[in-house]
Protein backbone atom coordinates (compact mmCIF):
# COMPACT_ATOMS: atom_id res chain seq x y z
CA UNK A 1 0.00 0.00 0.00
CA UNK A 2 1.33 3.24 -0.67
CA UNK A 3 1.79 5.83 2.14
CA UNK A 4 -0.10 8.98 -0.03
CA UNK A 5 -3.60 6.63 -0.54
CA UNK A 6 -6.55 8.17 1.40
CA UNK A 7 -7.56 4.36 2.88
CA UNK A 8 -10.75 5.80 4.86
CA UNK A 9 -12.01 7.93 2.00
CA UNK A 10 -11.41 4.81 -0.03
CA UNK A 11 -13.24 2.90 2.58
CA UNK A 12 -16.32 5.41 2.89
CA UNK A 13 -16.86 5.25 -0.92
CA UNK A 14 -16.95 1.17 -0.82
CA UNK A 15 -19.24 1.91 1.83
CA UNK A 16 -21.74 3.76 0.67
CA UNK A 17 -21.97 1.84 -2.93
CA UNK A 18 -21.90 -1.41 -0.32
CA UNK A 19 -24.77 0.14 1.47
CA UNK A 20 -27.27 1.02 -1.55
CA UNK A 21 -26.19 -2.76 -3.44
CA UNK A 22 -27.12 -4.51 0.26
CA UNK A 23 -30.07 -2.52 0.71
CA UNK A 24 -31.31 -3.18 -2.44
CA UNK A 25 -31.23 -6.81 -1.65
CA UNK A 26 -34.33 -6.69 0.61
CA UNK A 27 -36.09 -3.50 -0.13
CA UNK A 28 -38.62 -4.63 -2.47
CA UNK A 29 -39.84 -7.17 -0.83
CA UNK A 30 -42.23 -4.91 1.04
CA UNK A 31 -43.40 -3.93 -2.66
CA UNK A 32 -43.93 -7.45 -3.89
CA UNK A 33 -48.00 -7.09 -3.12
CA UNK A 34 -48.24 -3.66 -4.60
CA UNK A 35 -46.38 -5.45 -7.57
CA UNK A 36 -48.57 -8.11 -7.93
CA UNK A 37 -51.32 -5.76 -8.41
CA UNK A 38 -49.31 -3.22 -10.68
CA UNK A 39 -48.27 -5.74 -13.36
CA UNK A 40 -51.33 -8.49 -12.71
CA UNK A 41 -48.90 -11.89 -12.20
CA UNK A 42 -49.09 -14.28 -9.44
CA UNK A 43 -47.27 -14.60 -6.45
CA UNK A 44 -44.90 -16.83 -7.44
CA UNK A 45 -44.01 -15.12 -10.59
CA UNK A 46 -43.63 -11.66 -8.48
CA UNK A 47 -41.61 -13.52 -5.95
CA UNK A 48 -38.67 -13.47 -8.44
CA UNK A 49 -37.81 -10.50 -8.04
CA UNK A 50 -36.14 -11.97 -4.77
CA UNK A 51 -35.58 -15.34 -5.53
CA UNK A 52 -33.48 -14.39 -8.86
CA UNK A 53 -31.46 -11.38 -7.17
CA UNK A 54 -30.50 -14.02 -4.84
CA UNK A 55 -29.17 -16.82 -7.20
CA UNK A 56 -27.88 -14.32 -9.64
CA UNK A 57 -25.54 -12.83 -6.53
CA UNK A 58 -24.57 -16.20 -5.18
CA UNK A 59 -23.69 -17.42 -8.68
CA UNK A 60 -21.42 -14.36 -9.22
CA UNK A 61 -19.75 -13.99 -6.24
CA UNK A 62 -17.51 -17.03 -6.98
CA UNK A 63 -16.82 -15.43 -10.46
CA UNK A 64 -15.26 -12.12 -8.83
CA UNK A 65 -12.77 -14.03 -7.98
CA UNK A 66 -11.27 -14.58 -11.64
CA UNK A 67 -12.50 -11.16 -12.47
CA UNK A 68 -10.45 -9.54 -10.01
CA UNK A 69 -7.25 -10.90 -11.20
CA UNK A 70 -8.37 -9.54 -14.76
CA UNK A 71 -9.07 -6.18 -14.05
CA UNK A 72 -7.76 -3.27 -11.05
CA UNK A 73 -9.90 -2.79 -8.24
CA UNK A 74 -11.08 0.36 -8.92
CA UNK A 75 -12.45 -0.60 -12.75
CA UNK A 76 -13.89 -3.50 -10.82
CA UNK A 77 -15.58 -0.94 -8.25
CA UNK A 78 -16.69 1.44 -11.04
CA UNK A 79 -17.78 -1.36 -13.35
CA UNK A 80 -19.93 -2.80 -10.85
CA UNK A 81 -21.13 0.45 -9.82
CA UNK A 82 -22.05 1.27 -13.57
CA UNK A 83 -24.04 -2.49 -13.90
CA UNK A 84 -26.04 -1.78 -10.63
CA UNK A 85 -26.79 1.52 -12.23
CA UNK A 86 -27.99 0.53 -14.94
CA UNK A 87 -30.09 -1.93 -13.77
CA UNK A 88 -31.58 0.37 -11.40
CA UNK A 89 -32.15 2.68 -14.26
CA UNK A 90 -33.77 -0.22 -16.06
CA UNK A 91 -35.93 -1.24 -13.06
CA UNK A 92 -37.10 2.21 -12.23
CA UNK A 93 -37.99 2.73 -15.70
CA UNK A 94 -39.87 -0.73 -16.03
CA UNK A 95 -43.34 -0.30 -17.56
CA UNK A 96 -44.03 -4.24 -17.65
CA UNK A 97 -42.93 -7.37 -15.72
CA UNK A 98 -40.13 -8.92 -17.70
CA UNK A 99 -38.45 -5.33 -17.64
CA UNK A 100 -38.67 -5.22 -14.27
CA UNK A 101 -37.38 -8.51 -13.14
CA UNK A 102 -34.62 -7.71 -16.21
CA UNK A 103 -33.12 -4.51 -14.46
CA UNK A 104 -33.83 -6.58 -11.07
CA UNK A 105 -31.17 -9.58 -12.67
CA UNK A 106 -29.17 -6.69 -14.02
CA UNK A 107 -28.93 -4.95 -10.54
CA UNK A 108 -28.06 -8.88 -9.00
CA UNK A 109 -24.89 -8.88 -11.20
CA UNK A 110 -23.60 -6.09 -9.49
CA UNK A 111 -24.58 -6.33 -6.17
CA UNK A 112 -22.79 -10.18 -6.34
CA UNK A 113 -19.80 -8.53 -7.96
CA UNK A 114 -19.56 -5.78 -5.41
CA UNK A 115 -19.25 -7.70 -2.25
CA UNK A 116 -15.89 -9.85 -3.09
CA UNK A 117 -14.26 -6.61 -4.57
CA UNK A 118 -14.98 -4.57 -1.04
CA UNK A 119 -13.45 -7.54 0.81
CA UNK A 120 -10.71 -7.70 -1.64
CA UNK A 121 -10.14 -3.89 -1.76
CA UNK A 122 -9.92 -4.11 2.16
CA UNK A 123 -7.15 -6.88 1.94
CA UNK A 124 -5.42 -4.73 -0.15
CA UNK A 125 -5.23 -1.41 1.67
CA UNK A 126 -5.06 -2.52 5.33
CA UNK A 127 -1.63 -4.17 7.07
CA UNK A 128 -2.70 -8.06 8.50
CA UNK A 129 -2.84 -6.56 12.04
CA UNK A 130 -5.38 -4.01 11.39
CA UNK A 131 -7.99 -5.45 9.69
CA UNK A 132 -9.27 -7.31 12.63
CA UNK A 133 -10.50 -4.80 14.34
CA UNK A 134 -11.68 -2.99 11.00
CA UNK A 135 -13.77 -5.62 10.35
CA UNK A 136 -14.77 -5.70 13.89
CA UNK A 137 -16.21 -2.00 13.10
CA UNK A 138 -17.34 -2.64 9.58
CA UNK A 139 -19.31 -6.21 11.08
Do not use: D, H
Not at 71 to 81: D, K, L
Amino acid sequence: MSQNVNTKAILITFMIGAFFAILNETLLNIALTELMNVFNVSPTTVQWLATGFMLVMGVLMPISAVLIQWFTTRQMFIGVMSIFLMGTVIAASAINFPMLLTGRMIQAVGTGLLIPVIFNAILLLYRPEVRGKLWGRLV
